[in-house]
């Protein structure tokens, strides 16, 4: 073998040929090479040091989920190997192409009892699409295209290799650097649905009295957004999502309902869930969530199911017609038939029975967000980033006590992926980290991230890594000194029999200060738009601490303590 160069090199130049151009992660013994071969060689790919390997799993997340390319995520053996979990299972489970790469002790010392010694294979294999540990330095850029190949076709999903530290000092022939360019993003080679399904499904809306279509994640994904709303004004349907399914439409869009379900859903969205005898459901897996633990659609509903992935028509209802395909051609050849019966001119009246819930909807919420009582309300929040956020402002939030808020109330002015939270799995501390991969992604938008502040504590840390790269990112912490989700859940659920939920209230904002980020704490309400507005127009990173009322005492938009 002439010329050859080594694994660690190969690595950094397979990722480059894969059209990576950030990498999140954090340094360890096993990582030296890789770390050396970074440093020497010449490319165009920006490494983030981050202050724990959750965090970089979550930056490379959120930086998949706007951009549409794979992230990576690296981490050394042992710990950093186990840390780097929560963020890939999260990808898998949500549907994002994110790739872990661990290095790992030397193949040569297996079974040895080596220092940070794990199966990562066997770690690994649950929570990843595809995954393995390279053996032989010749195998890296074919199981390097093999990740790329599996984390972008079909279902998306997260892969991961891992990198022994001998394999990386090991030759590498330099002829095998290659990648397919179709594998730079995704969804990669999409799928048409078979011949006839667009048809039969065409058939069945048109025969219903009262359709109902409910988005999921797949959407966006797709980039099937176009195509949704020429279908959804051609016919007036009604389109609802779930939280993960925000940005299918722009919410301001006239037949967007906005979410439904048990979380972020209001009594005015699920009337019309309820009212459907026929649901079409798009990019949805028709989860626990969305169908409020399947309370609607009813039994006996007719149901639509268009989806990338097979395994997900008829898991949860009986489903008169299933059209498996890429959600942007499926729907493509919807309104390709369509046009072929020139069928488009206000069929269901979807836009003027939206009109009407949403009016009832936000004068509930209106008062609210108007009250000046303290501790702040978080409609107050969500209302005050309203009024001071850009239309192209792109939202994290961590699933705790802003996430129902937000998805209920919040208006997002434009389609696609400008409200990310980690509805999978539900892991704390995702916004702070994730917010930073989404604004490497997308650095021209402003970024905010939003988080209780039992989540703010989990990875406070990487406000140092948020100083560091200068990022202009506004952090608001919903300050109520609880883990809000579990101590209203106690209160709905077990009578208010509280049990440690609580603990002290902490100065979030001289937290902030202290890693050089300008701060704001706002307990009385006629100071908050003030202090937000300051807060999005600084040009570096900021946090404003809200000191706002706990969930078990609030109007929070999840039916289970509504009822």
Known sequence: MTNSM??????????EAHGVRHIFGLCGDTTLPFYDAMHQLKHDITHVLTRDERSATYMADAYSRVTGRPGVAEGPSGGGATYILPGLIEATESSYAVLGITTDISVASYGKYPLTEVDQEALMRPLTKWNTVIKQSQHIPRMVRTAFKAMTTGRSGAAHLGLPYDVQYDPVDPADIWADPKHHSYPAYPQAPEPGAAEAAVDAILSA???????????????????LS???KRLDIPVATSISGQG?????????????????GTDETWEMMEAADLVVFMG??????TTSRWEAPAPGTRIVHFDNDPMVIGANYRTEVGVVGDLRLSLAAVNAELDRRDQGASTFGGAAAIAQI?????????????SPQAPIRPERVVDTLMKVLPPDATVVSDPGTSCPYFSAYYQLQQPGRYFITNRAHGALGYALSASLGAWFARPTSKTVALMGDGSFGFTVGELETVCRARAPITFVVFSNANFGWIKASQFADKGGRYYNVDFNRTDHAAIAAAYGVKSWRVENPEDLEQVMQAAVNHDGPTLVDVVCQSLEESNAPVRRWMG
Request: proline fraction near 1%.
């Open 230 to 232: 020429r279908l959804a």
């Open 6 to 15: 080594t694994g660690a090199e190969a690595m950094v130049r397979m990722l």
């Open 284 to 289: 949805c897996r028709a989860g626990s969530t």
């Open 248 to 264: 299918s439409l722009a919410e301001t869009h006239a037949n967007c309902l906005g979410v439904v379900g048990s979380n972020g």
């Open 358 to 370: 949403k009016a009832r909807k936000f004068e509930k919420f209106h008062q609210l967000a108007q």
């Open 209 to 227: 009295k009262s359709p109902l279509i409910i988005c999921g994640g797949g959407i966006v994904i797709a980039c099937a957004m176009e195509e």
